[in-house]
């Protein structure tokens, strides 16, 4: 069983890279993303703000923050944008009825989907959030940059059973279609806490976050950030995003089933 | 019904034989779709594209689903390669129930839906069937060959086709490699919709003598939907009429044709045409056709025997100073066969 989920690992890989590579202007787009990010998020700060009274109350100077809630919301968002848009896309270019004809189990399938995105956000991280974190802290900048970027990656990897989650219910009872992400990706947005910490949010908001696995490892990597994470909470926020992970992960194969049925009761198109 | 046990099939003990390994029984299919009556409002209609459907396919047999367009033939594929629930009705392929035992079934078949879809375009043909093969399970090594025995198979590698970006192929290429992934996991069971659809006359000739050697030769059984008569009646081995939902007619080309009234064709080309008709209508034939080009006369009379009257005909004509510039006899085709039962339904 391994050894299918990595066949479906290698061919997601070879398609993405084929794309990416035969569209070199993706590529740099992908590197570029987190600097034009912090830069635009930083100059509307500019112009409304003070970077003093941000340090204040963050903790932490706005360009590593802001460079690495791009880098997060890069991976993490990407993560549901490759699960929510492969439907619509597999529809559009005719692949659907051979991909729900396959036999792969589709837990494994859909782990598989954002991997290699993924290793492309790693790379994204060294390309940005290490040069400024070695920048402004030296080596242990470079430790820290090492870990936040590790951690990026662990929370967009235990983000992909509760998108399956997501996908599947609203696939399954209401319609694919991109308009449908348009609405899930803003609030996916608030509910990360990347942009807004979530201890910085009412009650009502840190509720509804922590059923997100990945906003406890975004809590966890912005405490990295401001000094204030220690081992025991950092344990707690990282085994509540783990058990998260797996309580959605039977979640998330059944929801999948569920709008793969709805699919095949009405005809999967074919032309 | 045939069946109304998933285990009486597989075990093929049901009175049918083994072979039988597509089976549909009273298959029933009805879509809802929406007439919109403005902005706002809209009428819930049913549109009913299978009214029960029944067939069987054995082991090593081509047999062609062949009916108009929205007769029920995609729908019938879908309902086999497990992309749609049937309403009502069952049916088995290779022992597998298609609703009960979905992935069996999708272990057991290979199918091409489209000609021109269906492919990432831009992968190489070989990516685009390292991918599909990768959601078949294959083996890598296995695959490999499996890729480079198809490529041959179907002379993509002549055509520069495997390492060239599927957005760049042709239609002939894309059908071509349409089939290839059919053939992949080297399936028992091959279900292909209008597979030559719109292709030139060398791509389509080259995928039909696969496909006839595919089952014959390689034992595959073959359900091959189109709408070309010439096509259906050289590829088949048994061909299913299919019309508004309903299997109309079913049997071999030629059975198929033996079962219409007998009826044949005189067609006669003359010269110095005027009084032809009359000649025609003095004889007493009542179905004939008379197209006139200056002195030129297109005729052709539908008669049970010609060998009957064919004699007299051309002494009458010859007699009233007309000279016969062409005569030919022409048996009925699949689409006199088919026009005939569309008629009926």
Known sequence: MASLFLLAVWAEMKMVYAELIRRKYMLLMLAAYPYILMIFILLIGMSIGNRQIFIQRIGVSPEIFFLVSGFLIMSILGTSDDLLWRPIYDEWIGTLPYVIASHIPRLYHYLAIPIPRLLIAFFTGLTSVLPLMVYYYGLHGFIEGLAVILLGLFSSIIFIPFIMVVMGFIYGFGNVNWRVINVIRPILLVLLGAYYPRYLMPLAGYIVSSLVPSSHVVEAIQRLLIGSLNGLYAFILLGVATALFIVYSPIGVYSIGLWEKRKISEGVKTE | ?345
Request: hydrophobic fraction near 40%.
């Open chain 2, 1 to 345: 019904m045939y069946f109304t046990d998933t285990k009486i099939c597989i075990d093929g003990d049901n009175g049918l034989g083994k072979d039988a390994v597509i089976v549909a029984a009273d298959l029933v299919k009805t879509y809802k779709t929406k007439k919109r009556k403005g902005l706002f409002r809209g009428e819930k209609k049913l549109v009913e594209a299978l009214k029960g459907i029944s067939f069987k396919v054995y082991r090593g047999e081509i047999v062609g689903l062949l009916g108009p367009n929205g007769a029920g033939k995609t729908t019938t594929i879908k309902i086999l390669a497990t992309l749609l629930l049937p309403d009502s009705g069952d049916a088995w392929v290779n022992g597998y129930h298609v609703v009960k035992q979905p992935f069996g079934v999708r272990k057991s078949i290979g199918i091409m839906l489209t000609v021109e879809r269906g492919f990432y375009g831009k992968l190489t043909g070989r990516e685009n069937l390292e991918y599909f093969g990768a959601l078949y399970g294959l083996d890598r090594r296995y695959m490999e060959e499996r890729i480079d025995y198809l490529m041959k198979l179907l002379e993509l590698d002549k055509l520069g086709a495997v390492d060239r970006m599927f957005e760049e192929y042709s239609l002939g290429m894309k059908a071509r490699l349409g089939l290839a992934r059919a053939l992949l996991k080297d399936p028992p069971v091959l279900l292909l919709d209008e597979p030559t659809l719109g292709l030139d006359p060398s791509s389509s000739r080259m995928i039909r003598e696969l496909v006839r050697k595919l089952a014959h030769r390689e034992g595959k059984t073959i359900l091959y939907t189109t709408h070309n008569m010439f096509e259906a009646e050289i590829v088949c081995d048994r061909i299913l009429l299919i019309n508004k939902g309903r299997i109309v007619a079913e049997g071999s080309p030629e059975q198929l044709k033996s079962l219409i009234p007998k009826l044949r064709i005189i067609n006669m080309v003359i010269r110095g045409g005027k009084g032809v008709e009359e000649i025609v209508s003095s004889m007493g034939f009542e179905k004939y056709e008379a197209k006139y080009e200056d002195t030129i006369v297109n005729l052709k009379i539908s008669v049970e025997k010609p060998e009957d009257v064919l004699g007299e005909l051309i002494r009458r004509i010859v007699n009233a100073g007309h000279e016969i510039i062409s005569l030919k006899v022409e048996e009925p085709t699949l689409e006199d066969v088919f026009l005939y039962y569309a008629s009926k339904t």
